[in-house]
């Protein structure tokens, strides 16, 4: 069910190598997902924090990203299905809290559009997956002051490659869609350097 981000090697694009880092707004990002019931009914949620930072370096565009989500802050909306996803027959949060994103190549498509291969570590298991992302312009904060920019991405994975194999008996359908679509949207702050200490 997710994922992350890919941003690394989308500002890496756009930006010089020299720049501050960038850091994820928690406050102001969301992974989600959407999951077929019976085959006919989209059931869509929401995970938890996402949090992370971006180094920018112009020479490893792939190495830039690291991205956490808290799966344990799962929400559909019915908190009876929330429990089963957090318990062993899906994520098992007890065992597995969070997942992590962390970029290893980028394709631009368009100047704002690229397609981002990244491994995703979920249930214990680390798979690649690819995403489209997006990304807009900076902009400065009025006011914070700090330059601001957003990444949006979307993909798919099949649920069962990360050992989220659960599925109620059926006679002729599914219960649970094994094809998890995903939609993360971040926001990025890029805070001043911070200034070289003074030489006596």
């Known amino acids: 069910m997710m994922q992350t981000l890919f941003l690394s090697a989308v500002l890496a694009l756009a930006l010089p190598a020299a720049a501050a880092p960038w850091e994820i707004d928690s406050s102001h990002a969301s992974a989600n997902f959407s999951v077929k019931h019976f085959g006919v009914t989209n059931v869509k949620g929401t995970l938890g924090l996402v949090s992370g930072t971006v180094d920018l370096d112009a020479a490893d565009p792939t190495k830039m990203i690291a991205v956490t989500i808290d799966v344990k802050g799962i929400d559909t909306k019915w908190a009876k299905r929330d429990d089963h996803l957090r318990s062993p027959d899906f994520f098992d949060v007890e065992k597995y809290p969070t997942l992590t994103f962390t970029s290893t190549s980028v394709k631009k498509v368009s100047k704002t559009n690229l397609k981002v291969t990244g491994d995703l570590t979920m249930h214990g298991i680390t798979k690649p997956v690819t995403l489209d992302a997006e990304i807009s312009p900076p902009v400065k904060n009025p006011f914070s002051g700090n330059m601001t920019r957003a ?50």
Request: aromatic share 4%; net charge negative; no cysteine.
């Open 151 to 200: 990444v949006t991405a979307t993909g798919k994975l099949t649920r069962q490659d990360w050992g989220l194999k659960w599925q109620a008996p059926a006679e002729a359908v599914q219960v649970v869609g094994d094809e998890v679509k995903i939609s993360i949207e971040v926001e990025l702050v890029q805070r001043p350097a911070a200034a070289p200490d003074a030489k006596p």
